[in-house]
């Protein structure tokens, strides 16, 4: 177990851009659907977001902290979780949260938001949670990250997408609605076939680590599941709002994940394989649970 602190994925520069090219495909296909109306959710009806909020980026990256010091892990899968922990909610939680019968409105309200928070709080969170454990301050030492580096890097992937695909929704409507679907398929399709294939590259890795990787991931994305649901329950939201909460803090953006691992801590090994299978994982488990909830709409839902 001590090597996933120093080994590295086989993974190229050429790769690299395309990984960035892709995410950035992918927050321009989320930003096509979001208009400052969603943002303005947030002042007229603020509970149900602020709670999704301080579960996804406060309690949540202090929980997995938690479960790093627990689990007493190795650096480099402690950093995965912690990096895991700290990014927005994905692309696909919309989509899931529609399945569960979850609040559509509110799922896409804090997509927007967390990737706008995320922007600030995900360099945030990753530097101090890290900072705070002695086997992930000594790798970011190793590593030399900077965090206004870190910082400036997801302005990049987050911030530009997001920013220009609002503007083409707000100045060309139309354009924006016929560039969704496609930019939704293009999404999935690209990005779970580059995650498949990293792991492909990396396949002899990935076997003699699948075990201690599979546990920690599925621990820890029904941590954040629950989380989610916890929170809001505890706010006394609505059924559906829980469950929008719940799916957005439990699908997490791995794709900026992997694309920070890889700018940022030269595909360390321990981190790439915890985010990579998170990726994988999260759609399974959050699949998973939606249809569940599917079968059992909140008072006032049909079940179609």
């Known amino acids: 177990m001590q090597e996933l602190d120093t080994i590295q994925l086989n993974f190229n520069p050429e790769s690299l851009l395309l ?10 296909g989320v930003a096509l659907d979001l208009t400052v109306h969603d943002f303005r959710r947030l002042v007229r009806a603020p509970l149900a977001p602020i709670i999704g909020l301080v579960a996804q980026f406060v309690i949540l990256p202090a929980l997995s902290f938690g479960l790093i ?13 912690l990096l895991v922990a700290a990014c927005p909610g994905g692309n696909i939680s919309n989509f899931i949260a529609h399945l569960a019968k979850g609040s559509t409105a509110l799922s896409v309200s804090m997509t927007a938001l967390s ?3 995320a922007i600030f709080m995900t360099p945030f969170n990753i530097t101090f949670w890290a900072s705070l454990n002695p086997g ?3 790798l970011l030492t190793d590593l030399q990250v900077d965090p206004l580096e870190l910082f400036g890097t997801v302005i990049m992937l987050l911030g530009v997408p997001l920013v220009l695909g609002m503007w083409i929704h707000h100045k060309y409507p139309a354009t924006a609605h016929k560039l969704r679907k496609p930019f939704r398929i293009f999404s999935l399709v ?4 580059f995650v498949v294939a990293a792991l492909a590259a990396n396949w002899a890795h990935f076997l003699k680590y699948v075990g201690a990787v599979f546990g920690l991931v599925l621990i820890h994305n029904a941590l954040a599941l629950a989380l989610g649901y916890t929170a809001a329950f505890a706010a006394r939201l609505e059924e559906q709002d829980r469950r929008a909460v719940s799916i957005e803090v439990g699908i997490q953006n791995s794709g900026l994940g992997l694309t920070l691992i890889f700018t940022f801590f030269n595909g360390l090994g321990g981190m790439a394989l915890v985010a990579a299978w998170w990726g994988i994982w999260h759609i399974i488990a959050g699949m998973t649970v939606a249809t569940f909830w599917s079968r059992f709409p909140p008072k006032g839902q049909s079940v179609n």
Request: glycine content about 12%.
């Open 115 to 117: 990737t706008a928070f």
């Open 69 to 81: 010091q627990i689990l007493d892990l190795r650096p480099s899968l402690a950093l995965g979780v």
């Open 190 to 193: 690209f990005f779970g076939g």
């Open 19 to 28: 990984l960035n090219v892709i995410l950035g495909f992918v927050m321009f």
């Open 136 to 138: 992930t301050r000594q």
